[in-house]
């Protein structure tokens, strides 16, 4: 054995890592001992392995996988371009989620004025997307309505989307997006339109309706105060929550974006 190797226990603290850290990178393949005792099975570093463990208990604080932090010590840095976009849509939600709490801090637990509305059938274009759990909601939902605006006719024919989302969130939750169709639109039910969107009756009834004025991202709370509202009457929710989107968000700003989310109140015919 060479001299210059550095037992398992003073390598770690050298590398400011655990032994049972170095183990574990060991069994990996991320960080390999330059020595194994055929007989013993204890494990020897050389000093200047010390650079590569210190690397990878700087990235692992940074919550860089491991997977990753073997791309970067083959590859380089520019293995942690996805994990930095990660990080930027969850400080992006997080924020999201700060602006929401700020709004129920400023103005109490939601409380929205709700009332009842008749909804007539409506003849849409429906397209799925599914949402890796709430916090995808907002994506996939955005991905929905790109592909059933591609069911448009050109000639700029007026945009009516309705957002419907499930009345009880999972690790997996089914997102889809309606687009009204006027007449000028043809297509029977159960006909498909391009990029997936499939022609179908939006089911007419009874709804418990409340308006939101605000950003997308705070309609949860305008939903909670309907449910709330159905809770509190016995009412029973037949889902899913629907939002039709009344403002056009390329024309009016996030603040005054207005949206009204129902939900049915008996069984749609």
Same mark, same amino acid.
Request: glycine content about 10%; aromatic content about 4%; charged content about 25%.
């Given at each position: 054995?060479?001299?210059?190797?550095?037992?398992?226990?003073?390598?770690?603290?050298?590398?400011?890592?655990?032994?049972?850290?170095?183990?574990?990178?060991?069994?990996?393949?991320?960080?390999?001992?330059?020595?194994?005792?055929?007989?013993?099975?204890?494990?020897?570093?050389?000093?200047?392995?010390?650079?590569?463990?210190?690397?990878?208990?700087?990235?692992?604080?940074?919550?860089?996988?491991?997977?990753?932090?073997? +791309? $970067? *010590?083959? !590859? &380089?840095?520019? #293995?942690? %371009?996805?994990?930095?976009?990660?990080? @930027?849509?969850?400080?992006?939600?997080?924020?999201?989620?700060?602006?929401?709490?700020?709004?129920?801090?400023?103005?109490?637990?939601?409380?929205?004025?709700?009332?009842?509305?008749?909804?007539?059938?409506?003849?849409?274009?429906?397209?799925?997307?599914?949402?890796?759990?709430?916090?995808?909601?907002?994506?996939?939902?955005?991905?929905?309505?790109?592909?059933?605006?591609?069911?448009?006719?050109?000639?700029?024919?007026?945009?009516?989307?309705?957002?419907?989302?499930?009345?009880?969130?999972?690790?997996?939750?089914?997102?889809?997006?309606?687009?009204?169709?006027?007449?000028?639109?043809?297509?029977?039910?159960?006909?498909?339109?391009?990029?997936?969107?499939?022609? +179908? $009756? *939006?089911? !007419? &009834?009874?709804? #418990?309706? %409340?308006?939101?004025?605000?950003?997308? @991202?705070?309609?949860?709370?305008?939903?909670?105060?309907?449910?709330?509202?159905?809770?509190?009457?016995?009412?029973?929710?037949?889902?899913?929550?629907?939002?039709?989107?009344?403002?056009?968000?390329?024309?009016?700003?996030?603040?005054?974006?207005?949206?009204?989310?129902?939900?049915?109140?008996?069984?749609?015919?």
């Amino acid at each position: 054995m060479e001299e210059d190797l550095l037992p398992i226990g003073q390598f770690a603290r050298l590398g400011r890592l655990s032994v049972k850290q170095l183990r574990h990178y060991d069994e990996l393949g991320l960080l390999r001992p330059a020595y194994v005792d055929a007989g013993t099975g204890y494990r020897y570093y050389r000093a200047a392995q010390a650079r590569e463990a210190l690397a990878i208990g700087l990235l692992r604080s940074m919550d860089v996988p491991l997977a990753v932090v073997a +791309q $970067v *010590l083959a !590859g &380089g840095p520019q #293995a942690l %371009a996805p994990v930095r976009a990660e990080l @930027e849509a969850e400080l992006a939600r997080r924020r999201r989620m700060l602006a929401a709490l700020e709004r129920v801090m400023a103005e109490g637990l939601p409380s929205a004025r709700v009332r009842l509305v008749a909804e007539p059938p409506r003849r849409v274009a429906v397209v799925r997307e599914v949402a890796r759990g709430p916090e995808d909601i907002g994506r996939a939902t955005s991905a929905a309505v790109r592909r059933v605006l591609r069911c448009l006719p050109a000639g700029g024919a007026e945009v009516r989307l309705i957002g419907l989302f499930p009345v009880e969130l999972g690790e997996v939750v089914e997102v889809s997006v309606a687009l009204v169709l006027g007449d000028e639109v043809g297509g029977s039910v159960g006909e498909e339109l391009g990029g997936g969107a499939e022609v +179908q $009756v *939006l089911p !007419g &009834g009874v709804f #418990a309706c %409340a308006t939101h004025v605000g950003p997308y @991202e705070q309609i949860s709370l305008t939903a909670h105060a309907v449910l709330a509202w159905c809770a509190e009457r016995r009412h029973a929710v037949a889902g899913p929550i629907r939002e039709l989107y009344v403002s056009d968000p390329a024309l009016t700003s996030p603040e005054e974006l207005t949206t009204d989310v129902m939900v049915a109140m008996e069984e749609e015919q």
